[in-house]
């Protein structure tokens, strides 16, 4: 080799050298610092806020769901006997309390629905028996109308025969109350009589004077003492 080409080729190898070294001081381009956010930095704070908000509002269905089971179970201890409602019961308690209770009432009812029928048997019953009487009463009425009889006695128009009848004792109107009215209407008796015939019929015939100036009607004189009849049956 020649003097001169050895300087020459270590230079060639110096520089390759420093060429070696200067670029194994650079970095890599794996580990340069990166000045955007990573994708999945954003990506994993959105569904982090997602799931809260989930989480919030299906907190907020289950305490409403409870508020409404609590009101629920709030009503049926209200139906409850008053000695149980003061009585601080738990869900299952009230839950038994209300299956001891449910047959009591309907116990309860089926006596009362009996009752009913009962009231309303015996409230039918009486009306009929109304209907019976108010019928009677008005056939008793229609028997009276030829039960009570008056006729003037000659021509003089001054006294007046009557005759009343009516079946037993206690039916109609008994004597006395008859002859009150009569005296009120200005007649004296002059004659009685009374007699029993068939079928335990009584019958009154009455003699009376006609006192004063009055005429008597003899159609209205029958009137008031049909009255008389009807305020007794």
Same mark, same amino acid.
């Given at each position: 080799?020649?003097?001169?080409?050895?300087?020459? $080729?270590?230079?060639?190898?110096n520089?390759?050298?420093?060429? *070696?070294?200067?670029?194994?001081?650079?970095?890599?381009?794996? $580990?340069? =610092?990166?000045?955007? %956010?990573?994708?999945?930095t954003?990506?994993?704070?959105?569904?982090?806020?997602?799931t &809260?908000?989930?989480k919030?509002? +299906?907190?907020?269905?289950?305490?409403?769901?409870? #508020?409404?089971?609590?009101? /629920?179970?709030?009503?049926?201890?209200?139906l409850? =006997?008053?000695?149980?409602?003061?009585?601080k019961?738990?869900?299952?308690?009230t839950?038994? +309390?209300m299956? @001891?209770?449910i =047959? !009591? /009432?309907?116990?309860?009812? *089926? #006596?009362?629905?009996? @009752?009913k029928? !009962?009231?309303v048997?015996?409230?039918?019953r009486?009306?009929?028996?109304?209907? #019976?009487?108010?019928?009677?009463?008005? %056939?008793a009425?229609?028997? $009276?109308? $030829?039960?009570?009889?008056?006729s003037?006695?000659?021509?003089?128009?001054?006294?007046v025969?009557?005759?009343?009848s009516? %079946?037993?004792?206690?039916?109609?109107?008994?004597?006395? *109350?008859?002859? &009150?009215?009569?005296?009120e209407?200005?007649?004296?008796?002059?004659?009685?009589?009374?007699?029993?015939?068939?079928? *335990?019929?009584v019958?009154?015939?009455?003699h009376? /004077? %006609?006192q004063?100036?009055?005429? &008597?009607?003899?159609?209205?004189?029958?009137?008031? /003492?049909?009255s008389?009849?009807?305020?007794? &049956?």
């Amino acid at each position: 080799m020649l003097p001169s080409e050895e300087p020459i $080729s270590q230079e060639l190898n110096n520089i390759n050298g420093e060429t *070696e070294t200067s670029d194994s001081f650079l970095p890599s381009p794996s $580990s340069q =610092p990166q000045t955007g %956010v990573p994708d999945s930095t954003l990506s994993g704070g959105t569904l982090g806020d997602a799931t &809260i908000v989930n989480k919030l509002n +299906h907190n907020a269905s289950e305490r409403d769901r409870r #508020k409404k089971i609590n009101s /629920l179970f709030s009503s049926l201890r209200s139906l409850l =006997p008053a000695a149980d409602q003061t009585k601080k019961l738990s869900i299952p308690a009230t839950v038994s +309390h209300m299956l @001891k209770y449910i =047959p !009591e /009432l309907q116990k309860e009812l *089926e #006596k009362l629905v009996q @009752k009913k029928e !009962e009231l309303v048997s015996r409230t039918s019953r009486q009306d009929e028996l109304v209907i #019976k009487s108010g019928n009677k009463r008005k %056939v008793a009425i229609k028997k $009276s109308l $030829s039960a009570v009889s008056v006729s003037l006695v000659g021509n003089t128009d001054r006294e007046v025969l009557i005759q009343m009848s009516s %079946v037993g004792v206690d039916e109609g109107p008994s004597l006395s *109350e008859a002859l &009150i009215k009569l005296e009120e209407d200005g007649l004296l008796l002059l004659n009685a009589s009374t007699f029993q015939s068939f079928g *335990e019929r009584v019958v009154y015939n009455l003699h009376l /004077l %006609v006192q004063g100036t009055q005429n &008597i009607e003899v159609e209205m004189l029958r009137e008031k /003492l049909l009255s008389l009849y009807e305020k007794e &049956i």
